[in-house]
Structures are given as C-alpha cells and as structure tokens.
C-alpha cells in the first residue's frame, strides 16, 4: 500500500500563496483518483479536492476558484496550488488515495501538513 507525505505548509498572510507537495513511496501511475483534505480546528476532516483521471477536477465551494490540484506520474507528487489564502484556510491539510471521485480514503492518513494564514 502506498504511503503519502505531505509537505509545504507554513504560515502566511492573507492573500499570499502556498503549494503544497504529496509524493508517494510508489508509483501513482495507476492509482487512479486522488484527493486533499483538511481538518479546521474542532471540525471533522473534509474532502476539498480531488483529481480522477480525464474527469474534471472536483472543488470545494470553499476553495473553488482559489485552489489548484494537479499530479505527476512521473515523479508520483500530488500538488495543491493555493492562492488568495484566508484565515479560514487555516488547518492541517492531507492526501489521499480515494476509492472514488469523491471519496472516501483508501490509504492511512499521513502526518498532514498544517497552513495558517494570519495576519
């Protein structure tokens, strides 16, 4: 079973950009859906995005338009491209492998990566 680690998180202000990296201990050539999630402070963890194959990719409507995810095969990295960051974009972010488009996870959950975006 393939293992994630994510990275690139990191305090911001409002308004700036972060991307975040994912890269598997395997190859993601044929893993065929893949996905971000977040977990606010006191909040459950929820499916922000997800990539799946040729089919558009799913947002949030918290992130839609904002956010940006993107994969490659060849160097089997999961990317989140944020930009025009608010502070209720603060949390620690994850990826995963998902069983379908929108969801749930198929893989254990990493350490995540946390993003606060303060002024």
């Known amino acids: 079973q393939v293992q994630l680690v994510e990275s690139g998180g990191g305090q911001v202000q409002p308004d700036e950009s972060l991307r975040l990296s994912c890269v598997a201990s395997g190859s993601i050539a044929d893993i065929f859906t893949m996905g971000w999630y977040r977990q606010r402070a006191g909040q459950q963890r929820e499916l922000i995005a997800s990539?799946?194959?040729?089919?558009?990719?799913y947002y949030s409507d918290s992130i839609k338009g904002r956010f940006t995810i993107s994969r490659d095969d060849s160097s089997n990295t999961l990317y989140l491209q944020m930009s025009k960051l608010r502070p209720s974009d603060t949390a620690i972010y994850y990826c995963?492998?998902?069983?379908?488009?929108?969801?749930?996870?198929?893989?254990?959950w990493g350490q995540g990566t946390q993003v606060t975006v303060s002024s």
């Open positions: 990539v799946r194959g040729d089919t558009p990719s």
């Open positions: 995963a492998v998902l069983r379908f488009y929108l969801g749930p996870p198929n893989t254990p």
